[in-house]
Structures are given as C-alpha cells and as structure tokens.
C-alpha cells in the first residue's frame, strides 16, 4: 500500500473533480492547496506512479502601452486613411496628416505603412495621396482587437494567417511576448484504481506543540512524515571563480616555496617588454602581427640614460658580453613605444635592475596580452606564470627541479624538459607534461638561464634561471577543459557545477 500525505490525497481528489487530469493552476484551485503543495505531491504521486507528469510551453501575448493605444484609436496608417477619405479620398499629405491630428513622429510611419499596404498612391511634385476606396480590416488589426478584448491571447491557439500578423505587431513593437511552461497532472490506471477504492482524507500536523502534549491530543493526532533520504532545495552559494582559484593556489605555492611575489603596470615601454630582453627591434614578434600597440599615448620614457646606453651597446655590437649583438642602429623612438606587455618577464628584468642582492627568488601571475586569433587553445588575452631564481652558483638542474617541484604540487609528476630557442635564454627549453587522459605531451612553459646580453646591461653578476608559461593551460588540465574559452564565457552553470578546487 502506498502511504500518502495529506496534500497528497487532497490532490488526487482534486483531479478527480477535473475528471483525471488538469494543469497545476487548475489544481491549485481546486484542492485550495498552496502551490508549492501541489506540486511536492505531484513529485511524490508521479514517483508512485499514480499520476503521469507532462510539461509543454506556449507563448503569451499581450498589448504593450502604444499597443493599447492604437487598439484604442486605430493604427496610425488607418488613422490617415480614414483623414484621406473625409478629405474625399484625393488631397496633399499635409492636409492628410493635419486632418488625421497624427503627432509629428507617428506621420513617416503612417505614410510608410500606407504604402506598404498599398492603401493609396503617392504622386506628383505636391505630394498628393489618392486612394479609391477605404481598405477592409487587416489581419494585424483583428488581432489588435482580440488582445484589447481578451487581454491575452496564446500564439498557438491563433491560425496561421493571424501568427504572421503578430509577427509584424513584435517587429512594430506593439506586443509584449513571453514563454509560459505548462504543467499537467493526469491520473494513470493505478491512480484511478486508488481513487475508486476511497481516499479518506485525514488532518496532518507537522509540529508537535507544547498543547497537543499537554492535552493528550497527540495519541489522536497524525503527525506528517518527513523524507529525509529527499534531496533539498539545490542553492547555489557565491563562490570564487574557478580560474581565480588557480590563480591563489598557484601564488601560495610559490609562497610556500619561498619565493616572493612582484607585480607591475600592464602597460609597458618596448624597451622593457623587448630591448632590455635583447630581443632585436626588427624580430617579427614586435610588429603589429603579434603585439597590441597604443595609438594614444604612443610613447613612454626610458630608464636612466646609463642602462639605456650600455642596452643599445648589447644590440648594437654586444658591448663588453663577448657577444657580436645583433649589428644594427639601435633606435630610441622604437624602444620608446608603447604596447600591451606581451610578457612578465619585462617586470622580472624591471625588478633585476634595481635589486642586485642575492639571493633573489621572485614571482608573478599576472595578464598579458597577445594580437592571436581566438580559439579553442588561445586567446589574446591570458595569465602567465613567471619566476626568477638569482644566486651564486646555481645551474640548469636547480631550475629543473624548481619547476618539477611546483608542477608536483599540481599533481603533474611526469614532466620532461626539451631543448628549444628563446631570444634571451642559453641554455632554453620547454617544460612538458605527459596528460594521461589525452595520451600526448604538452607544453607549459619556457625556460632557460638569461643569457650575458640581458644580465651584463642591468649590473647582474649571478646567474638568473628564468620561466614563464600560460597559467590557464594548468587550469584546462585541472578542471578538465578541452577549450580554453570557458573559461572567460561566463557560462553559470558551468561555474556553478565546477567544484572548488583542492
């Protein structure tokens, strides 16, 4: 036997006055249950399989305010019309509009809509109207009327003819329209059977009180029965951002580390985002193709004249580094411009000129901002992971396993390290990671010890092992995301579904 709550079996008698099936609304109505009520009852009877649940939607239509207004004087086309033929059906537009007392702004959409129907004529140097005789009532219009007498109509309920009228009253802006879902309860054979036997509807209390007690009353007293296996009400909690999640475990990794973290403007002279890295001036990376450049201002200052001088030495001829430099005209003008910085590292070289004490040990996660097209793997604008490490002596193996040690942190265990060329590293290299799930290696980050060209100019005179690398690939792996886009889409209900990270 199914035991059923009060609401329940008020329910199932209410459906019976509706002969077995109706909406909620009718429901609702007829039981005098709470809305809220009917349908707790409808979950639970449709689980017990006495009543069958069916849910479609259909489209409300109602006259807006200027709506309301043409069903109450006309359409403005008809207005001008009705003026056309007091007129005797030929006269120039002005006496037309005049006569019809159109405002100012109604007469283009009248005299557009006159003709557009083919109403009456236009013709003539003096702007005359003619028309034979006054048109029937449109379409549109009978709708109008039928939405001023019933204030409401369902589009599903209308023919054809009358939809396509409606559909040129939502281009005119006349209606207001909206989706409605509609539920249904119908009795199943079972819930039919359960009725014909009775149903005996017997008073529920939800609280036990201080006076049934007391009285006695409890012995004679049904007490409702909560289902405390039922899944609550979903709520959906303010949360940090999946993406700033990363971004906080990944600053505290590197804190705990022992590294400190650094920041800076993201806007950025050339000079630091590119000279001062020894990247040449004419390197394809600084045009327009692959860098954002500001059109106003366009340029910024440069650093004290003592560290510009030795870094256009570095370009020009290699200085005192033992390099041969890049052999061109160093130019103060290009150095000058300024861009979105394509990199932190440019705050990373920024830092090293005014601090020469080591140990230094720094990092930052911060956006930059490249000219790519968007897609699944790239976006012009992400978050880069950036770290130095200046000491006496250290090497190439002390930065493998600096990094090795942070990707751990992240669960990534099974990371290689393949040679590669950067512009201001020697010895470089790539940081890969093998994704299990996707059977391939992938790439998170560029590596290498800055080379004497980059150190010499800023007064450095230890080793700098240095990295960066796109943060949000870390974020694809570690939510499991194939395209880098959800990212920054604002879609709720993957944020809402997406767990906070450990």
């Not at 004249?305 to 030495?313: F, S």
Request: net charge positive.
């Amino acid at each position: 036997m199914v035991e059923l709550r009060e609401y329940d079996q008020k329910t199932l008698q209410a459906l019976k006055k509706l002969d077995g099936k109706g909406t909620i609304e009718e429901i609702v109505k007829a039981s005098s249950l709470a809305h809220a009520a009917v349908m707790r009852a409808a979950l639970k009877l449709s689980n017990e399989k006495l009543v069958q649940l069916q849910e479609r939607t259909r489209t409300i239509v109602a006259l807006n305010e200027e709506g309301r207004t043409y069903a109450e004087k006309g359409l403005p086309e008809r207005r001008l019309i009705r003026s056309l033929f007091n007129l005797g059906g030929t006269a120039k537009i002005k006496e037309v509009t005049n006569n019809a007392k159109l405002k100012k702004s109604l007469e283009p959409i009248a005299l557009g809509w006159l003709r557009r129907k083919n109403w009456a004529i236009l013709s003539g140097k003096e702007k005359i109207l003619r028309a034979s005789e006054e048109p029937k009532e449109g379409t549109d219009e009978k709708v109008i009327g039928l939405l001023a007498k019933k204030n409401t109509i369902v589009t599903q309920e209308l023919d054809n003819e009358m939809r396509k009228a409606l559909k040129v009253l939502r281009r005119r802006k006349l209606v207001n329209i909206k989706d409605e879902n509609i539920r249904t309860m119908e009795l199943t054979v079972a819930g039919r059977k359960l009725i014909k036997r009775g149903i005996k509807i017997v008073e529920e209390v939800s609280q036990l009180t201080p006076e049934l007690i007391i009285t006695g009353k409890w012995r004679d007293t049904k007490l409702r029965k909560f289902n405390v296996s039922a899944d609550g009400p979903q709520t959906y909690p303010g949360k940090i951002h999946p993406l700033q999640q990363i971004i906080e475990r990944t600053r505290e990794i590197f804190l705990q580390m022992g590294f400190t973290e650094i920041r800076g403007p993201l806007v950025e002279t050339a000079f630091w985002n590119f000279d001062a890295l020894f990247q040449p001036q004419d390197h394809p990376a600084r045009e327009m193709q692959d860098t954002f450049y500001l059109s106003n201002p366009k340029a910024g200052r440069l650093p004290k004249k003592t560290i510009v001088d030795v870094v256009a030495r570095a370009h020009e001829d290699g200085w005192t580094t033992g390099s041969k430099g890049w052999g061109y005209k160093w130019s103060h003008s290009e150095a000058k411009r300024l861009l979105l910085r394509t990199h932190t590292t440019a705050e990373t070289i920024k830092y090293l000129s005014k601090h020469k004490k080591v140990p230094i040990k720094v990092f930052s996660v911060d956006k930059v901002y490249r000219n790519e097209q968007l897609t699944y793997k790239n976006t012009a604008e992400f978050y880069q992971i950036e770290g130095i490490v200046v000491d006496k002596g250290v090497t190439f193996r002390d930065l493998m396993g600096t990094l090795k040690a942070f990707y751990s942190r992240f669960g990534l265990e099974k990371v290689q390290f393949w040679p590669c060329y950067f512009p201001y590293t020697e010895p470089s290299a790539q940081a890969m990671v093998y994704v299990p799930k996707l059977k391939h290696w992938m790439e998170l980050c560029g590596m290498g010890i800055f080379r004497p060209e980059v150190l010499a100019p800023m007064g450095i005179k230890h080793p700098v092992l240095a990295w960066g690398g796109g943060l949000e690939r870390i974020a694809m792996l570690e939510l499991g995301l194939k395209d880098i886009r959800l990212l920054y889409g604002n879609q709720l209900g993957w944020i809402r579904g997406t767990p906070l990270c450990q």
